[in-house]
C-alpha cells in the first residue's frame, strides 16, 4: 500500500490527516507486517479519524465496528435471517426437510456483520473496531481469532479465510485494561497531544480563516492549560472548535475577556474553569 | 528482509533490558521487532525509534521505559566530540540563544558539548565517570530564565495575551534541555560501564512500580494523574465481582427442604438470595511526612471509587486523629494541594510533630466508635512506626470486633516489618497486614480486598 514512510505522511496529509512521525511510521509498519493497528489515546485526538484517512488513502471500504457494553457475536461476526429462512420455508410446502435445510443455511440468508464483512471479498478494505474497551471480556476471545488468522468459522459453511487481508484499526480510550492476548496480535501505537508545531498546522488546515499570529497564541493557551493539573485536559478536538469559535466572533487577537468568555468551549468542568482563570490571570484587570 | 549482522544481538539485548524492567515482551513481539528493522532499515534513528516501540511495547506507560533504554542501545554517536568544549560563558551564551529559538537540535548538540566539557569526573579508569548532576551544576541553565525572556520579548515574538505564559514555556524548554544533559551522561558512562548494567540501574522504573517511600514529588504528581482511570478499571472489576458473588453459592438448607416434595431427591437447586446492600468503608491514614505519599495516593483512590459504596468516611492521623472526609470531597479539583490542606485544617498533631499510632487509634476507638458497624470495612495506612510509644493493642482490638473486617496496608516492605521503632508484627496479629509498597500492589490489594 505504501512505499515509505514519507510516503505514508504525505499521502494522509493529501487527505486532510496530518500524521506525526511516530503516526506515520507504526501505520507504515502495519501495513508491511500485516498486523492490526491498537490506537489508544485521550478523546479527540484523532484515533478514529486516522482510519478513515487510511481507508481514503487506499481506496478501501471502511467496515466499522462500533463496540459497547453488551455487543456479541450476533451483532459483530454474523447472524442467520430468521425472518426470512421461515418464510422459504413456508413458500415450498411440498419440498422434503434434507432439501429445505441445505438450502435455508447457504449465503443467501446469512446477514454478514462487520468482521465477517470485512474478511469476505476480494476489495480492499480498512476494518474499524471502535472503542474495544468498551466492549466485554468476551468480545476479546471473537476478536483473537479474527485478528490473528483472518478467518471465521461458520458451523454450518465451515471456515471463511479472508482471500485478502484487511487493514485493520483498534481504538481504546483505556477506560478497561485490554487483555495481554489481544495486545500481543497488535502494533501499539499512542496517540498523545500533538507537538505545538503540528497542532498549529491541523488548526491551520481545519480552519483556514485564522491568521497566523492567532492560530499561534491559541495553541500555546492550549499547551499551557494541558500543562495543567486539570479534571479534562482539551484535547485537539476542542482546540479547533475553539478556534472556530474565535473566528465566529470574529476575534482579532485574544484578551482577557475574550478568553473568559470562550473558555468554556476548552473546558468542561466548572472547577477546570476556575483553576485555568486563576492560573492565566484572566481576574487581573 | 535481512537484518544487518550485530542487529540481532542489540534487539535481543534491548529487550532483556525492557524485561528486566518489568516488561512482558515475547519472542513473537522480538521477531516482529527484527522484521520492523527490516522494513524502516538503520538510517533514520527516531522512525527506528517509534518502529520498535510499535512492536515492542503494550502500553503508554512503558513508553518512559523505553525510550531511554533505547537510547543506550541505539545511542545517537559513540565517543565524545572532538574539539575541547568552550568557556563556560560562551556554552551559556549559546545555550541562551538555542533557548531563545526553541532550537532542539541546537539544544542536543550543546547538550553534548555540555557533558564533554563539565561533567567529566575523577581521573583513574575504574572510578572516573561522567555526571549530568555536576554538568547541570555548573551550567546552571535556570538562570537563563530572565535573560531568554528578555530576549523572546525584545525580538517581538510574542506579544498580546499568550505572552503570560512565556515563562512557563521556558521553563518547560529547559527542563527539555535538562533531560537532554541526563542522557547523555547516561549513555557516556554506559560506553564505559556496559550497557546492560546501566540499562538496568540507571533508567527509572514506571511510576507504577516506584515504592511510595521514595518517590519523588514529580513521581508522585504522575501517580495522583493516573488515579482516575485506575479507578475507572477497579469499579469496572468490583462490578464484575458483584456480578459473580449474585449468582451461584447454593443454599443447603432450602434446596434440602424443597426437595422434600420430590421424594428427597434435589431436583431443583435453591440459591442463596444476597440481599443487596451497599458495604461501608473507613479509612484510617496516616499522614505524617514518611508516608503521606502512599495515604495521600490511596485516599484519592478510594474518594473516586466512593460512588460504589454507602459511605466512605476517611480519617487522618499523626497523633491525633480527625475526620477529613469533607476536605476530600469538596477539594476534588485540587489533588496536589490534598496534603498540606490536611495539615493546615485538620487537628492531626498534639504536642509534637511525629507519629503516635497509640493515642490516635486509642482517639478514634473513643470518639468515632459509631463510625464502624458490622457493615463497615476499615482499612488502616501507615507504616506502624510509632516513634517508640505504646502501639495501644486494645483499641484495635476494639476496632477489629466492632467491623466486619480490618486490613491494614503497609507500605514498607515485609522484611523490614519489625525492625527499629516498628511494631507491625504487633498489630498484624490482631488484623491483617499486606505489604503494599507501589501501585500496582495497591491496585492489585484493592480489587480483591475491597468489600463488594
Known amino acids: ?41 485521550p478523546a479527540g485526538v484523532g484515533k478514529t479519524e486516522l482510519a478513515k484517512a487510511v481507508a481514503e488513502v487506499a481506496g478501501a471500504r471502511l467496515v466499522r465496528l462500533q463496540c459497547y457494553e453488551g455487543v456479541d457475536e450476533s451483532r459483530a461476526l454474523y447472524e442467520w435471517n430468521h425472518a426470512k429462512q421461515l418464510l422459504r420455508i413456508s413458500a415450498g410446502r ?43 471480556v468476551e468480545v476479546e476471545g471473537l476478536l483473537l481469532e479474527v485478528l490473528s488468522d ?95 469559535t474565535l473566528l465566529a466572533l470574529g476575534a482579532g487577537s485574544l484578551d482577557e475577556t475574550v478568553v473568559r468568555a470562550t473558555l468554556g468551549v476548552l473546558l468542561k468542568h466548572q472547577d477546570d474553569v476556575l483553576k485555568a482563570s486563576a492560573k492565566l490571570d484572566l481576574d487581573a484587570l | 528482509m535481512t537484518t544487518p549482522a550485530g542487529v540481532a544481538e542489540r534487539l535481543t539485548s534491548l529487550v532483556g533490558a525492557l524485561r528486566a524492567h518489568g516488561m512482558r515482551i515475547g519472542t513473537g513481539e ?44 541505539f545511542p545517537r554517536g559513540v565517543g565524545g566530540p572532538e574539539q575541547r568544549a568552550a568557556g563556560r560563558e560562551d556554552l551559556r551564551d549559546r545555550l541562551a540563544d538555542a533557548l531563545t529559538a526553541d532550537d532542539q537540535q541546537m539544544l542536543g548538540r550543546l547538550a553534548i558539548e555540555a557533558v564533554g566539557g563539565f561533567g567529566g569526573y575523577g581521573s583513574s579508569p575504574e572510578s572516573d565517570g561522567w555526571s549530568s548532576y555536576q554538568t547541570l551544576e555548573r551550567l546552571r541553565p535556570q538562570t537563563l530564565l530572565a535573560r531568554v525572556r528578555d530576549n523572546v520579548r525584545g ?50 522504573p514506571t511510576a507504577d512500580r516506584v515504592d511510595f517511600l521514595f518517590a519523588g514529588q514529580d513521581r508522585l504528581a504522575e501517580l495522583r494523574r493516573t488515579v482516575q482511570p485506575l479507578a475507572r478499571k477497579l469499579a469496572t472489576r468490583l462490578a464484575a465481582r458483584r456480578r459473580r458473588a449474585s449468582r451461584g453459592s447454593i443454599d443447603l438448607r432450602r434446596t434440602l427442604r424443597g426437595s422434600l416434595s420430590t421424594g428427597g431427591v434435589p431436583m431443583k437447586p435453591v440459591l442463596r438470595r444476597r440481599r443487596p446492600m451497599r458495604p461501608e468503608l473507613v479509612l484510617l491514614c496516616d499522614v505524617s511526612g514518611s508516608v503521606s505519599g502512599f495515604s495521600d495516593f490511596t485516599m484519592l483512590l478510594v474518594q473516586a471509587l466512593h460512588d460504589q459504596f454507602s459511605k466512605v468516611r476517611v480519617f487522618a492521623f499523626v497523633n491525633r486523629i480527625d475526620e477529613v472526609s469533607g476536605l476530600l470531597e469538596r477539594g ?121
Open chain 2, 155 to 204: 525580538q517581538g515574538g510574542s506579544t498580546g495575551f499568550a505572552d503570560r505564559l512565556l515563562e512557563d514555556e521556558i521553563r518547560r524548554r529547559i527542563d527539555t534541555f535538562r533531560a537532554m544533559v541526563a542522557a547523555e551522561a547516561r549513555r557516556r558512562v554506559a560506553e564505559r560501564r556496559g550497557r546492560d548494567e546501566i540499562a538496568r540501574r540507571a533508567v527509572a
Open chain 2, 332 to 452: 476534588r479539583a485540587d489533588p496536589e494541594g490534598l496534603s498540606s490542606r490536611i495539615q493546615g485544617e485538620a487537628a492531626v498533631t498534639g504536642y509534637h510533630g511525629s507519629s503516635d499510632y497509640g493515642m490516635a487509634l486509642g482517639e478514634f476507638a473513643e470518639r468515632y466508635a459509631e463510625a464502624v458497624g458490622s457493615r463497615t470495612t476499615v482499612f488502616v495506612l501507615g507504616d506502624a512506626r510509632t516513634n517508640g510509644s505504646d502501639p495501644n493493642l486494645p483499641a484495635v482490638r476494639q476496632i477489629a470486633e466492632r467491623a466486619r473486617r480490618v486490613h491494614w496496608l503497609n507500605p514498607e516492605q515485609r522484611s523490614r516489618w519489625g525492625t527499629g521503632d516498628s511494631v507491625a508484627p504487633a498489630y498484624a496479629e490482631l488484623v491483617e497486614m499486606h505489604e503494599c509498597r507501589n501501585a500496582r500492589q495497591l491496585s492489585a490489594l484493592v480489587a480483591r480486598l475491597l468489600p463488594v
Open chain 2, 30 to 73: 522480538s521477531v516482529d521487532a527484527a522484521r520492523a528493522v527490516g522494513e524502516l532499515g538503520l538510517a533514520d534513528r527516531e522512525l527506528l525509534r517509534e518502529g520498535l516501540a510499535a512492536t515492542l511495547l503494550h502500553g503508554p506507560g512503558q513508553r518512559q521505559v523505553f525510550d531511554p533504554v533505547f537510547d543506550l542501545y
Open chain 1, 1 to 41: 500500500m505504501f512505499t515509505s514512510v514519507d510516503d505514508v505522511s504525505a499521502r494522509l496529509a493529501e487527505t486532510g490527516y496530518l500524521a506525526s512521525p511516530a503516526v506515520a511510521t507504526t501505520v507504515f509498519l502495519a501495513d508491511r507486517l500485516g498486523k492490526p493497528l491498537l490506537v489508544e489515546g
Open chain 1, 94 to 136: 411440498d419440498e422434503t426437510w434434507d432439501e429445505a435445510r441445505t438450502d435455508i443455511f447457504s449465503e443467501e440468508f446469512l446477514l454478514t456483520r462487520p468482521l465477517l464483512t470485512a474478511i469476505r471479498g476480494d476489495d480492499p478494505k480498512v476494518l474499524l473496531i471502535d472503542e474495544t474497551d468498551k466492549a466485554d
Open chain 1, 150 to 244: 483472518f478467518q471465521v468459522t461458520v458451523p454450518e459453511l465451515g471456515t471463511i479465510t479472508a482471500t485478502r487481508r484487511p487493514f485493520v484499526v483498534l481504538t481504546s480510550n483505556a477506560s478497561r485494561e485490554l487483555s495481554e492476548a489481544l495486545r500481543r496480535r497488535c502494533l501499539f501505537l499512542h496517540i498523545g497531544f500533538p507537538d505545538e508545531e503540528l497542532e498549529r498546522r491541523i488548526v491551520r488546515l481545519k480552519v483556514p480563516g485564522l491568521d497566523d499570529a492567532l492560530a499561534r497564541s491559541v495553541v500555546r493557551i492550549v499547551g499551557a492549560l494541558r500543562a495543567m493539573d486539570l479534571r479534562k485536559v482539551p484535547s485537539v478536538a476542542e482546540t479547533v472548535d475553539w478556534a472556530h
